[in-house]
Nanobody, 125 residues
Framework: QVQLVESGGGLVQAGGSLRLSCAAS????????MGWFRQAPGKEREFVAA????????AYADSVKGRFTISRDNVKNTVYLQMNSLKPEDTAVYYC??????????????????WGQGTQVTVSS
């Protein structure tokens, strides 16, 4: 079992920044990959960014490349999503997820085994 708790969401103006955190517990954090996804009202959940177990492999959605950065701290059992140059279309509930298999960063939701409860990010224009 893996428990995931997101934090750091909030309201920010367009062009601003936020850093999301996801604290993990329950299994050896450094043994599995992590991902960030988001879901806006009326839309399907979509991939945002992923990082593999070692941090040596990352992947990003085209819509966030150059603006968002995913990182992890295997001592603090936490994965981060630094979000810069935020746009109103980034407004969504953001979820972190754990991929228990040792492989490269993956984007598909079906690869992820555990999910957090989500944190709301609202970007005003």
């Amino acid at each position: 079992q893996v428990q995931l708790v997101e934090s750091g969401g909030g309201l920010v103006q367009a062009g601003g920044s936020l850093r999301l955190s996801c604290a993990a517990s329950g299994r050896t954090f450094s043994s599995y990959g992590m991902g960030w996804f988001r879901q806006a009202p009326g839309k399907e959940r979509e991939f945002v960014a992923a990082i593999n177990w070692s941090g040596g492999s990352t992947a990003y959605a085209d819509s966030v490349k150059g603006r968002f950065t995913i990182s992890r701290d295997n001592v603090k059992n936490t994965v981060y999503l630094q979000m810069n140059s935020l746009k109103p279309e980034d407004t969504a509930v953001y979820y972190c997820a754990a991929d228990l298999r040792p492989r490269q960063a993956v984007a598909a939701t079906s690869f992820y085994d555990y999910w957090g409860q989500g944190t709301q990010v609202t970007v005003s224009s």
